[in-house]
């Protein structure tokens, strides 16, 4: 699975263009630390560093990995038919506050689907000018404003990139 991260490009990919596997992303994301991860998670390290191997079919040293599981339960999802929202929402969660999370759009997508979504990037961009016209009206920025205001730009952005998406790859 890849998706974009905004800001941060696609994740799940090498420069090379080959698709990073679940396990070579939690070795990264452990890289020495598997005592202090160990640790933290309240988990043993030979888990830890079971979950950094690679594995075929889980039977022999690897681990079924967090992100194997959440791989598993987001394709079960979507084999059920739950909508992309339901189907992307743990992905959705980790990418908060750290980004915007972008499902990579179909190939090959009409005309009807990309006038579709242009509809749903200016509907978005004017929620986030809407937001953020409504907040400067006292000439102050509140928290809880600066936090509607993101959110707007965020779904904005989200919507921005799955046109870009479109675009390129239809």
């Not at 699975?1 to 596997?21: C, D, N, P, S, W």
Request: proline share 4%; glycine share 10%.
């Amino acid at each position: 699975m890849v998706f974009t991260l905004a800001g941060a490009g696609q994740v799940g990919h090498y420069k090379g263009g080959r698709i990073m596997e679940s396990h070579e992303a939690v070795r990264l994301l452990v890289g020495g630390d598997a005592v202090a991860m160990a640790k933290r998670l309240g988990l043993s390290v030979s888990l830890i560093h079971k979950w950094c191997e690679p594995s075929a079919d889980f039977s022999d040293s690897g681990a079924y990995n967090p992100l194997d599981r959440i791989c598993a339960m987001i394709l079960e999802a979507g084999r059920l038919g739950k909508s992309a929202h339901e189907v992307y929402a743990p992905l959705r969660y980790l990418a908060d506050g750290h980004g915007v999370f972008i499902p990579l759009p179909q190939k090959d997508c009409s005309c009807e689907q990309i006038s579709l979504q242009a509809s749903r990037v200016m509907k978005e961009v004017g929620e986030a000018l809407t937001a953020a016209g409504q907040a400067l009206q006292d000439v102050k920025l509140t928290p809880n404003d600066r936090r509607q205001i993101l959110k707007e730009m965020d779904e904005a952005i989200h919507e921005m990139l799955m046109f870009q998406g479109m675009i390129r790859n239809g």
